[in-house]
């Protein structure tokens, strides 16, 4: 079916009366044109139906979902991402809702902007700002983690020669969100656009060096790229614009080999994220490799505190 019906509480009781006559339901469901999942629904909410208010019951509708059972699916989905403090968006839960609803038998459920927003409010559920990983986090327990272990490590290093590496989602063809105008003049915006690339940032604990960012896109060979006869940073690229472990390896042996060249050795911090090679040190010889304990980026990433929040404000009023 490629349109979800919508029945009235009068059509709603002539499915339960066909029921109750020991209609098979797979002919029920075909003579009123709803799958199969909606019957049943349908069936589960007899009692609300029948004792609803027949007044003008051509005309009004029961305000139960016949997408119930998705619902529960996906709010349950949405509280074990959340006990885990994983970020959700829009998108990512309209995808889960389609997933759940093919799985349901639903094949006509839309995932509309629409329903996205019903669903928001029969849930209560609203966009926040989230920081970072600090809900997990331990004030006590960072200091402890930089004063007894972090110290000890960077003791054989020079602030200079220690150096942090973090990874942000730069959306830059993005317009500002407010502008100035008239008092009594309405704005209007159009759609914002979803292009992006994966920036990855390094500089030293003085501030003094920052190394090539590392940029990370779609396509090998851009369009923009085309009669650049240098870029001011390092390029790579995949599909989903992400961080893999197969080009950060790449890179840090790349930075490894201009170590050596410089007779320098220096000591580089990543977080725990996944796409961080963790079998790396063994490979070079003039770069040390460490991760932070997982979950402690919002507390002890330097990047973390301020640097990419500014690298991206600068970002907006070059493309503003």
Known sequence: MSKRKCLSIKEKNLILHEVDKGVKKKDIALKFGIP?????????????IQNYDS????????KTCFYEDVDETVLKWIHTMRDKNVPISGPFIIEKALQFAKALGYDELRGSNGWLEKFKRRHGIMAKVISGESKDVDDNDSGNWIAEILSNILKDYKPENIFNVDETALFFQCLPQKTLTFKKEKCFGGKQSKAR????LVANMTGHQKLKSLVIGR???PRCFKGAKSLEVDYDFNKKYWMTSEICEKWVQKLDKRMIAECRKIFLVFDNWPAHPKEINQKLKNVTVFYLAPNTASKLQP???????????HSRKRVA
């Open 303 to 313: 990047m973390d505190q301020g640097v990419i929040k500014n690298f991206k404000i």
């Open 219 to 221: 396509s090998k060979n």
């Open 197 to 200: 690339v994966t920036v990855m």
């Open 55 to 62: 007044t003008n019951s051509c005309s009004k509708r029961l």
């Open 36 to 48: 199969p999942n909606s019957l049943s629904t349908i069936i589960k909410n007899r009692d609300k």
